[in-house]
């Protein structure tokens, strides 16, 4: 079964730092692209980060540019997503996904995507 695994998430200060992690099971990461997508409560889901399968070049939604980064261990089949400087607004279910087909261009499209993790929970206390 294909499937990624998130984990990382909690409960933080503005202000605080978090690290997610995103695990490949069943299948070879190297050969993905991958991204992260948030939804806040009430919210539609939005594309975070993604980093390509080819040279690892990165993308970032213009609300976290600055504060999150990407980056992937192929040899530990693990995508990484460094949140520092969190605010209240970054609150929500925080997903990773993987697209064999997936170009830079439109990486931070939900469509680009076809294997999806269940999601982790951040929370971010003001």
């Known amino acids: 079964q294909l499937q990624f695994v998130e984990s990382g998430g909690g409960l933080v200060q503005s202000g605080g730092s978090l690290r997610l992690s995103c695990t490949a099971s069943?299948?070879?990461?190297?050969?993905?692209?991958v991204g992260w997508f948030r939804q806040g409560p009430g919210k539609e889901r939005e594309g975070v980060s993604c980093i390509t399968k080819s040279d690892g070049s990165t993308r970032y939604a213009g609300s976290v540019k600055g504060r999150f980064t990407i980056s992937r261990d192929n040899a530990r089949h693990t995508v990484f997503l460094q949140m520092n400087n969190l605010k209240p607004e970054d609150t929500g279910i925080y997903y990773c996904?993987?697209?064999?087909?997936?170009?830079?261009?439109?990486?931070?499209?939900?469509?680009?995507?076809?294997?999806w993790g269940q999601g982790t929970q951040v929370t971010v206390s003001s």
């Open positions: 069943g299948f070879t990461l190297d050969n993905y692209a």
């Open positions: 996904a993987g697209g064999r087909s997936t170009s830079y261009t439109f990486c931070l499209g939900s469509e680009e995507y076809d294997i």
